[in-house]
């Protein structure tokens, strides 16, 4: 394996711990009930989202850097942080990625698990939309992945 690939694999692990952590962990429980609002309110906490968890994902990096002593270049850095950070905004939006889903065809597993109208029977994490956003973000981890160890 060269030296590169090496990079891209810890950048990955470190990026994907990050966005777990930033994801479920950092995230307030406000932010999360907001961020999809077709609102001022919801663009704002979807923002502050994106903001926590990237600088979650930046704390990861640095600790690569630290602990490890990979070498990485700032700019590179700035440019997939912000390749992931537009990426998980557009995402967490929720009428956006529900809207690619459908386009696509996956409409009916993005709706899976949902609660029925008018009723909160499934309050969940086990739902197609969730699976479809985990996956969504994950993508782009790998994207930034390459942004960033290039």
């Not at 663009?43 to 990237?54: D, K, S």
């Amino acid at each position: 394996m060269n030296a590169a690939a090496g990079t891209a694999a810890v950048v990955f692990c470190a990026l994907y711990a990050a966005h777990a952590v930033g994801d479920h962990w950092v995230q307030t429980e406000h932010q999360a009930a907001t961020k999809g609002a077709r609102s001022w309110a919801g663009r704002i906490a979807c923002t502050a989202h994106v903001l926590t968890l990237t600088l979650t994902q930046l704390a990861a990096l640095v600790a690569v850097v630290l602990v490890l002593g990979v070498e990485l270049s700032g700019w590179q850095v700035a440019a997939g942080l912000a390749v992931n950070a537009i990426s998980h905004w557009w995402a967490d939006r929720r009428a956006t990625l529900a809207a690619l889903a459908t386009a696509v065809g996956h409409g009916p597993f993005y709706g899976l698990g949902a609660p029925r109208a008018g009723r909160d029977d499934n309050p969940s994490l086990g739902t197609g939309a969730y699976a479809m956003d985990q996956s969504w973000h994950i993508g782009w981890l790998f994207v930034s992945t390459l942004v960033v160890a290039a």
